[in-house]
C-alpha cells in the first residue's frame, strides 16, 4: 500500500487578456443571454515526486507520468453558476519534460467575466472523463426535494450547463488501469489569482496587453485504488488463481457521489449516493486481466476512514460464480492490493434476515410443454413473463400490448398504462388461500373467514364470514396454504409455508432496506426491494421512492451469493380478472410490489406487505380477491438433510438459471 503525494505545479500561467472575445449579448441580469470571454491560458504543471499516466513500478506501487493526450479541466468559481456555456474548459497537454515529472498545457478558459484578480480557478483531472461517454457531468447546486406521492428525497439533478458541482459516476468500470487513468482517477485543486503573482507587459506597436500568473496548484485525489486477485482453493487453475473471468460485481464501494469543485467536498445526499460497482466489458468478453493476476478498480473512500467498508465481492466464470463477503478499511488517495480467498456459489434452500428464514424465490406455476412444476421459483428475483415478449395471449382491454424493454416489467397499453393478461402457464399471483381454484381467474375464489391464521393449515372448503372448516387431511384441501399443498413431504424435499405477520415485521427491521434491481439470465433488470443483516455504507430505507427508478441500485451479486432477501415488484392482479396492474416499473408509471401474510383479520381482508413508488414498506390491507405475490418461509427439508439440489433444479426450463451442478443467476 503507498499513499499517493501528487502536487502540482503550475507555472507562468498566461492570460490574453486582449484576446478575450465576447460570445453572447450583455444582458445584464438576464442569465440567459450572459457576457462569456474566451481566456488563452498556458499552464506548467511540475508533478514533483509524483505522476500522471498509472502504471505498477519495480515495487509494485502504483505511480503516474504525463502522456501525450492527457487533459484538465479549468472552472471559474467566480461564474457563480451563471455561465451559459454546455462544457467546461479544457487545457491540452503540449510538452513533456523528460522525467514525465512536468508538462505544459495550453487552452482556453470561457468564463462569465474576464478571469482577474481574486478570481479562484478549480483544476479538474482527468479531462477525458468529460469527454465521450461521460463519468463526470455538471448538476444543479440545488437540490430537489421529490414528495410526490409520499416520497420524501432529496437529489442534485443532472445539469444542461456547467455548474461549480459535478457528479462523479464509477458504476461501470473493466478492471484495468489504464481505463481508470482516463476516466476514474479523479484529481481537484484550486488557485486563487491575487497581485503578487501577476503583473502586465506591453510588446509591439499594439501594445496587446498580456497578463502573466505565476503559481502552484496541489492537486489531491479523491479516489482510492484497489488491485484484487482471486483464488480459490482447489480452483479451475493450477494456482488456484482466478483470470478467466467473465465479469465481478463489488457492493460496498462508494461508486457514486457529487463534488463541489469549490472546495473539493462531496455534496451527494444519502438518497443519491450508490454503492455498487459492476466491472465488465462491454462486448460481453472475458476481463483483460495481466500477467500478475490484478484486477483493478477505483471508488471514492468513505471519508470517516476509523471505520470499515463492509463489501461482497461476486466473480463471474464459466466454471462457476465465487464470493467473498469481508470487512477492510480504505483511505482515499492510497493503492491497495488484496489476495481474495472466495468460495464457489452453492445454492441454498433459503436465506436468512433478521432471524427467519425464507424462500430464494415466490411461489409460482410453471408449464411449458409437458412439464410442469408448482414451488419455489428458481431465483428471488423471478417473476411471470420475466424475460418475454408480450404476445397476443397477453392482451388487455383488446389491445396489444407494447413494451419497451425485455420481461414483463416493462409491459403496458395505451400510454405507459401498465396492464397485461396473465396466463395460467406462467403465473405468480394468487388469490388468498386458494388451492384447486389457483389458475382461475375470472371469479371469486378465497378462502373465507374471520380473525385466523392460515399458515400451514388446510381447509374442506371456502368456509363463512367467520367460521371456517379445517382439516388435517391433504386430500380433501380445496383451500389453504397452497405453499405447503405443493411443497410438503412427498410433494418436494424441501418444504414452505405462507410467511406471517411477524415474519415481515421482523424484515422490516433489517439492516439494509433498499430500492434494488437484479440481473436476469436474459439480460435485463427486474426491480424490487432488498433485505440484509450486512451494514452497507449509506443503506437505508428509502420507500416510497416515488416514480423514478435511478435510486434502485444493483444487488445481483448479494442475491447471487444468498446475502440477502430480494422480492421482486409484481403489481397485482384486481378482482375476477386475469389483468396484471401495477407491474409497469417505467415512464413514472405507478408500480408496486404486494405480498400476501397469512393473517385473516376479516373474512375478505387478509393482511399484506405493499412497498413501491408510493408505498412504504409496512403491512397494510389488500383483499383477498387480488392476485398477490406470496414469499414463503422455510420449513424444513426431507430428513433434515440440505445437501441435495433444489427442487427447482430439476426443471428443464430452469437450467440457464439453476441446475443441479450449482447456481448461475
Not at 314 to 320: K, M, R
Request: hydrophobic residues 30%; neutral net charge.
Amino acid at each position: 500500500m503507498k499513499r499517493q503525494a501528487f502536487y502540482f505545479f503550475s507555472g507562468a500561467f498566461m492570460l490574453l487578456a486582449a484576446a478575450a472575445c465576447s460570445e453572447h449579448d450583455d444582458m445584464t441580469g438576464d442569465n440567459s443571454n450572459t457576457t462569456a470571454t474566451k481566456t488563452r491560458i498556458e499552464v506548467t504543471a511540475d508533478m514533483g515526486a509524483g505522476t500522471r499516466t498509472l502504471r505498477p513500478d519495480a515495487q509494485n506501487h502504483i505511480i503516474s507520468e504525463w502522456a501525450k493526450g492527457d487533459k484538465m479541466v479549468i472552472y471559474n468559481i467566480a461564474d457563480e453558476n451563471k455561465s451559459t456555456e454546455d462544457n467546461y474548459s479544457l487545457v491540452n497537454i503540449q510538452n513533456i519534460s523528460s522525467n514525465k515529472k512536468q508538462a505544459d498545457f495550453a487552452g482556453d478558459v470561457v468564463s462569465f467575466k474576464p478571469v482577474t484578480t481574486g478570481n479562484t480557478l478549480a483544476f479538474f483531472y482527468p479531462g477525458a472523463a468529460f469527454e465521450g461517454e461521460k463519468t463526470v457531468v455538471p448538476v444543479n447546486p440545488n437540490t430537489t426535494h421529490e414528495t410526490e406521492q409520499g416520497a420524501d428525497l432529496t437529489y442534485h439533478d443532472t445539469a444542461s450547463k456547467i455548474k461549480n458541482l459535478v457528479a462523479l459516476n464509477m458504476k461501470q468500470q473493466d478492471g484495468t488501469l489504464e481505463t481508470i487513468d482516463k476516466k476514474f482517477d479523479y484529481n481537484w485543486g484550486k488557485v486563487t489569482i491575487n497581485s503578487n503573482n501577476q503583473f502586465t507587459n506591453y510588446t509591439g506597436e499594439r501594445k496587446n496587453k498580456t497578463t502573466i500568473l505565476k503559481t502552484k496548484v496541489t492537486l489531491q485525489r479523491k479516489v482510492t485504488f484497489w488491485g484484487m486477485k482471486f483464488t480459490v482453493n482447489g480452483g479451475p487453475s493450477a494456482t488456484g488463481v482466478l483470470t478467466d473471468i467473465d465479469s465481478i460485481k463489488v457492493n460496498g464501494l462508494r461508486s457514486y457521489d457529487v463534488l463541489d469543485l469549490q472546495d473539493g467536498t462531496f455534496k451527494g445526499t444519502s438518497d443519491e449516493k450508490e454503492y455498487v460497482i459492476n466491472i465488465a466489458n462491454k462486448n460481453r468478453s472475458k476481463l483483460n486481466i495481466k500477467s500478475d493476476g490484478y484486477v483493478w478498480v477505483a471508488f471514492m473512500a468513505e471519508e470517516n476512514a476509523s471505520n470499515p467498508t463492509n463489501f461482497t465481492v461476486t466473480v463471474y466464470t464459466q466454471d462457476g460464480v465465487f464470493t467473498k463477503t469481508a470487512s477492510k478499511k480504505f483511505e482515499n488517495d492510497y493503492d491497495y492490493r488484496t489476495n481474495i480467498t472466495v468460495e464457489k456459489v452453492k445454492p441454498q434452500p433459503w436465506v436468512e434476515v433478521n432471524g427467519v428464514k425464507w424462500a430464494t424465490g415466490n411461489f409460482i406455476h410453471y408449464k411449458k410443454g409437458s412439464e410442469e412444476y408448482w414451488g419455489i421459483a428458481p431465483a428471488q428475483w423471478w417473476i411471470s413473463n420475466y424475460g418475454d415478449n408480450p404476445s397476443i395471449d397477453n392482451r388487455a382491454d383488446n389491445k396489444n400490448i407494447k413494451h419497451e424493454g425485455l420481461g414483463s416489467q416493462n409491459w403496458f397499453i395505451d400510454n405507459h398504462t401498465g396492464r397485461y393478461s396473465q396466463t395460467a402457464d406462467d403465473l405468480d399471483l394468487f388469490q388468498w388461500g386458494v388451492i384447486s381454484d389457483a389458475l382461475k381467474f375470472k371469479g371469486v375464489y378465497y378462502l373465507q373467514g374471520t380473525n385466523f391464521d392460515m399458515a400451514g393449515k388446510y381447509y374442506k372448503n371456502r368456509g363463512g364470514l367467520v367460521r371456517i372448516d379445517e382439516t388435517s387431511n391433504r386430500a380433501e384441501a380445496t383451500h389453504g396454504d397452497i405453499v405447503r399443498y405443493y411443497t410438503e413431504h412427498g410433494q418436494k424435499h424441501y418444504h414452505y409455508q405462507y410467511p406471517s405477520d411477524a415474519n415481515f415485521n421482523a424484515l422490516f427491521s433489517a439492516n439494509t432496506s433498499i430500492p434494488a434491481y437484479c440481473y436476469t439470465d436474459k439480460g435485463n433488470k427486474i426491480y424490487g426491494a432488498y433485505f440484509s443483516d450486512m451494514k452497507f455504507a449509506g443503506s437505508g430505507s428509502k420507500f416510497p421512492t416515488g416514480r423514478k427508478i435511478w435510486k434502485y441500485q444493483d444487488v445481483s451479486g448479494l442475491v447471487l451469493a444468498n446475502k440477502g432477501l430480494f422480492l421482486p415488484i409484481g403489481g397485482r392482479r384486481p378482482i375476477s380478472s386475469a389483468y396484471v396492474e401495477f407491474r409497469h416499473v417505467a415512464n413514472n408509471s405507478g408500480f408496486y410490489g404486494q405480498y400476501y401474510t397469512s393473517k385473516s383479520p376479516t373474512y375478505s381482508i387478509p393482511h399484506g406487505v405493499f412497498f413501491g413508488a408510493a408505498f412504504k414498506m409496512n403491512i397494510a390491507s389488500p383483499s383477498k380477491d387480488q392476485g398477490s405475490n406470496i414469499r414463503p418461509v422455510y420449513v424444513g427439508a426431507d430428513n433434515n438433510d440440505e445437501t441435495k439440489p433444489l427442487d427447482a433444479a430439476k426443471v428443464h426450463a430452469f437450467q440457464n438459471i439453476l441446475t443441479e451442478a450449482g447456481r448461475k443467476y
